[in-house]
């Protein structure tokens, strides 16, 4: 196992590295420079400019300082916000990014895991009927979608919780909702799918045979061995929510990496896009490892599967 | 069972010629695989209903110049953001009335609208005419889904035939790069994409392309793998039949339920895709009208002409509903056992 | 004797998307205290979901249309479901096919062994699991203290239909049923739980239901045999009656189709021509006679009743009716009844 995580860690420098490297020379291909637009800058200036940045140099050079920027944690200079580095710039904002993405994901994947199961369980009635519609909805509508209709009816309409704010836990609650439909569909139609299978398997069969009452089947046999697969789909759940988190903190303005991100594209901020991409990516990576390495640990024929005798 | 029942004698005779011949009408007519699976998606009544659905749609779009009452570009800016009238129909919230500090008005007679004028779906801040815009929207988003999903079978299916034909080293490093691919964030590189891209159609298309494939690329290959070993494709191989016909002939029937199953898949991920990128500011550029774009001006809007929004709003959600159940129906129908009734 | 089960005029039906598959049409059978009933039948004849009638494990789409399943003179149809799981896994327990699948496998096998047990009696965990090693020892587990915290993968395919056993006999059942127990296995594996079971049998005295499509294991472990065609039971009598006075054409043909140690004059194995009807649409006569060389008219007009043999053997065939032909049966069934009266039976 320990050889196992070692080489995954190892391979997640190789990926990142080259997703690095892209970026950059993705960047550079970039018509013109961010600049270009500033016509008010006089010739010198813009020289100035440039060198502060490091752009005089040949892209090569650019390259070598920009990934030995990268292995001390440096990601480079904002051309905006006051030139901060990009670093702090994430540093501020990942707190609330985290909060409204791990409570989507908690929430989703609880109520999803139950939605799914009841589905399972009362498989071809109007309750599975029920369930599937709704799980359908929130892998269909679109997270920016549902967040302007919650943002509207709920904040601005209703006035239950407030528009556009970013302080207490009840500020969160709408941005939360938005983003948590999308893992609830994800999560509650994989669960159904997998609990279906397992309720039809013959250790189910057996299971019964022994006198289990149908609650107990489910207890003890039917949702153990669902939920284990589950886990599997929490790094593509991880990409959803990120996704989704970028509009959705956008049309409910909260500081998070998120509309930091799509402010940084509509203002050319090339430094900050490329760093956010790099730490996007590095999150996804790490949320991927440690799913299979947490899909090791509670699936006994993994965890052990050296030990086995077959 | 202790009475011996009476027959009549003749009954008796031995018949066994006959019998044998009898047999073969035994069972149910043998449908053919394609045949059984059209029966049981046309069974599943859902997925008719989608599809319908869908068929409507596409239609609208495919006949857009003719069945949009206006020019979807065409501005009149004294006649913007009417709301929704239906002819002289007087239906509460069809009539072109607003809400004005309380009391209902015909924003119509106070634009100075030409009598007769109506908007089924209403204007927006330009005056152009909603539902010509979201029946060009609508259809722009499709061609953009279309094409995004053709090339991601364009690469995906070759790639993923490739790669599990070929196995061994080739397979490695193709795997490598899949897994590469995949790692990163596919918005992140369709943004990436579509800052370095101008800005519109072919670029959209490409930047969800570019990461799309992958999917398809992987599903592709797994099963692949598993047709290599069947009776009929090593028979083929040892044969000497040439890989190319190999793959035309047996291969590509076989993928068949397994692309067309993730093909209904892609097409929503890439209707979204586009409509996230137009949200965002950085997809179709104006004036043209895709249901992101429409989208992104009925949001601005939304606190006091929500109507601008809620009409492109259920319209993506039901291209993306009826695609998302009618995979579902696909699914089922190739592989019945996957859902066993 | 003392019939412990008796299964009377049992008909189940499937609701499936072609229509409805009438797969049991009017079984009936009864199990004696301490005997081992063996069902026979080709794959799909409905071995299985007769005797899953019994415990009313049956899928969902399965009702059953008609008849009485009496445990102890009590039909077990009428019992609700709760009534049911006290009897299930205590009374009467079941030995699944597929030992490969059979087993939770995220549970530790200790668990597993120890769950009836738990269920059906007022016991502390930690007493349940010394039974389950105990029982565990009993089937043929290796160390079984030290395993008890295995995982189903780490046993071999043997094993883990001991583990299957052990938790079929772990509450000391009346009914064992033992659907298939030995297919999955290879034969050296096959006689061990063959073996085992008999074993069990002497040791905890329970009556065994045991089907197989596999007459060669029937001889081993069988008192009485019943032959299943088609979803009816076509023949049934003791060991002897059926392996060396077989009646129905049907019970000729699977002897035929078995191989033997001492019938060696004639190698060739023959297996039955054509296939099982559609049960969708379930022949009015006898469903064997479109697969029948000795088929007579009245095969596909009227389904023959039992007739009686000798005093336990009845045979569901008209061949057996005073107004038959006389017919030859095949050479091989011919030399089963010089054996027959050998063994000094009467055979016809
Ligand atoms: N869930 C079901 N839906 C529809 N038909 C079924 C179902 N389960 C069983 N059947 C049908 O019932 C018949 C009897 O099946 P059963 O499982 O009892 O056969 P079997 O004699 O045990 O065969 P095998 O030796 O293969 O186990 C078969 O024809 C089968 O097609
Ligand atoms: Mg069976």
């Known amino acids: 196992m320990a050889k196992y995580i070692l080489k995954r860690i190892l391979y997640l420098f190789l990926t990142l590295f080259i997703i690095a490297s892209i970026t950059f020379f993705l960047m550079k291909l970039l018509p013109g420079t961010p600049f270009s637009n500033q016509n008010r800058m006089s010739a010198d200036q813009l020289k100035i400019v440039k060198a502060q940045y490091g752009l005089d140099q040949s892209v090569g050079v650019q390259y070598v300082r920009y990934m030995v920027g990268l292995l001390h944690g440096n990601l480079g200079t904002s051309f905006q916000f006051n030139n901060e580095p990009v670093t702090a710039l994430i540093g501020q904002r990942l707190a609330p990014s985290m909060q409204i993405g791990a409570q989507a994901m908690i929430l989703g994947t609880v109520l999803g895991i139950l939605l799914g199961a009841v589905a399972a369980i009362r498989k071809n009635t109007w309750v599975d009927t029920l369930a599937t519609f709704i799980s359908i909805l929130g892998l269909s509508i679109p997270s920016f979608v549902l967040a302007v ?16 704010l970013w302080d207490n836990f009840q500020s969160s609650v709408l941005p939360t909702l938005a983003l948590t439909a999308l893992p609830l569909g994800t999560v509650a139609r994989f669960m159904r799918t997998e609990m279906v299978d397992v309720m039809s398997s013959d250790y189910i069969e057996l299971a019964k045979s022994k006198g289990n009452p149908n609650w107990r089947v489910v207890a003890k046999h039917a949702l153990r061995n669902s939920l284990i697969p589950v886990v599997t789909i929490i790094g593509p759940m991880a990409v959803s929510v990120m996704t989704g988190s970028m509009v959705v903190e956008n049309i409910f303005s909260i500081p998070g990496i998120g ?12 430094p900050t896009i490329m760093g956010l991409t790099i730490f996007y990516s590095f999150l996804l990576i790490i949320v991927y490892l440690i799913v299979d390495i947490l899909y090791g640990l509670i699936d006994p024929r993994i965890r052990l599967g050296n030990g086995g005798k077959e | 069972m202790d009475q011996i029942p009476q027959i009549p004698k003749e009954k008796f005779k031995l018949v066994h010629d006959e019998n044998n011949k009898e047999q073969e009408k035994i069972g149910t007519p043998s449908l053919t695989y394609m045949q059984d699976v059209r029966r049981r998606l046309f069974k599943n009544k859902v997925a008719v209903v989608c599809l319908t659905l869908l068929s409507i749609i596409v239609l609208i779009s495919i006949f857009a110049p003719v069945i949009a009452p206006h020019d979807p570009n065409a501005q009149q800016v004294t006649l913007s953001n009417l709301p929704p009238k239906l002819g002289n129909l007087n239906i509460p919230g069809m009539n072109g009335y607003q809400n004005m500090g309380g009391h209902m008005v015909d924003a119509y007679k106070q634009a100075g609208a030409p009598k007769g004028t109506s908007f089924i779906l209403g204007t927006d801040y330009l005056g152009r005419d909603l539902l010509s815009r979201i029946i060009y929207g609508t259809r722009l988003s499709l061609i953009v889904a279309v094409l995004a999903t053709l090339v991601d079978l364009l690469i995906g299916v070759p790639y993923g035939i490739v790669s599990g034909w070929k196995g061994g080293r080739t397979d490695t490093v193709m795997q490598r790069i899949v897994e590469i691919v995949s790692s990163i964030p596919n918005l992140i590189v369709v943004i990436l994409m579509m800052i370095v891209l101008k800005p519109g159609l072919t670029s959209i298309v490409i930047a969800i ?19 290599k070993e069947q009776e009929y494709i090593l028979a083929a191989r040892t044969l000497g039949e040439p890989s190319m016909k190999i793959a035309t002939k047996h291969l590509i029937p076989n993928l068949s339920s397994t692309i067309i199953i993730q ?9 979204f895709f586009e409509a996230f990128l137009s949200f965002i500011g950085i997809g179709i550029p104006a004036p043209n009208a895709s249901l992101g774009t429409l989208l992104s001006d009925g949001q601005k809007a939304f606190r006091f002409l929500p109507y601008q929004m809620w009409a492109p709003a259920i319209i993506l959600s039901i291209i993306m509903i009826a695609t998302n159940l009618l995979g579902d129906g696909l699914r089922d129908a190739f592989d019945p056992q996957s859902s066993e009734h | 004797m003392d019939k412990i089960l008796e299964v009377k005029d049992l008909h189940v039906d499937f609701d499936t998307y072609n229509g409805t598959v009438h797969a049991i049409r009017g079984v009936n059978f009864h199990l004696n205290a301490g005997e081992t009933l063996a069902i026979v039948g080709e794959s799909g004849s409905g071995k299985s979901i007769t005797v899953r009638s019994v415990l009313q494990l049956l899928a969902s789409n399965a009702t059953i249309s008609k008849g009485e399943v009496l445990y102890h003179g009590d039909d077990l149809l009428q019992k609700s479901d709760k009534e049911m799981d006290k009897l299930r896994g205590n009374k009467i327990s079941m030995i699944f096919q597929d030992p490969m699948t059979s087993l939770d496998p995220t549970m530790t096998i200790g668990k597993q062994v120890a769950e009836p047990l738990l269920i059906h009696n007022n016991i502390s965990q930690k007493d349940a699991l010394k039974r389950a090693e105990e029982v565990l020892r009993l089937v043929g587990i290796p160390n079984p203290a030290a395993r008890m915290k295995d995982y189903p993968h780490q046993f071999s395919g043997g094993q883990r239909q001991r583990i299957v056993i052990a938790i079929a006999i772990v509450d000391y059942p009346e009914i064992l049923i033992a659907d298939e127990p030995t297919t999955a ?10 073996d085992l079971l008999k074993e069990l049998q002497q040791k905890i005295g329970t009556s065994i239901i045991f089907i197989t499509h596999d007459l060669g294991v029937v ?47 004639d190698a060739r194995l023959n297996s039955i021509p054509g296939t099982p009807p559609n049960l969708l649409d379930p022949p009015k006569g006898d469903a064997f006679a479109p697969r029948n060389a000795y088929a007579m008219q009245i095969d596909e007009e009227q389904q023959p009743p039992f007739f009686k043999v000798s005093k336990n053997h009845f045979a569901a065939t008209w061949l057996l ?8 049966p095949p050479a091989a069934i011919l030399n089963r009844y010089k054996k027959f009266e050998k063994l000094g039976g009467n055979a016809k």
């Open chain 3, 185 to 194: 296995l290879d034969v050296t594996v096959q006689a061990q739980i063959i």
């Open chain 3, 219 to 265: 001889a081993g472990i069988a008192d009485r045999v019943a032959v299943m065609y088609a979803g009816r039971f076509v023949e049934y009598g003791s060991v002897d009656d059926i392996f060396y006075n077989p009646q129905h054409p049907y019970t000729w043909g699977l002897l035929d189709s078995m191989p033997t140690l001492d019938t060696n004059e």
């Open chain 2, 209 to 227: 392309a570019i990461t799309g494939w992958v999917t398809m690329a992987r599903l592709i290959r797994a099963q692949t793998f598993q047709l």
């Open chain 2, 263 to 271: 093909t209904m898949f892609t097409i929503p991920n890439a209707i």
């Open chain 1, 149 to 164: 209709l919650l943002q509207f009816y709920l904040a601005y309409k209703w006035k239950i919780y407030p528009v556009a």
């Open chain 3, 321 to 328: 009716h005073p107004d038959a032909p006389k017919v030859t």
């Open chain 1, 259 to 270: 509309e930091q991100f799509v402010k940084s594209i509509t203002t050319n901020d090339y």
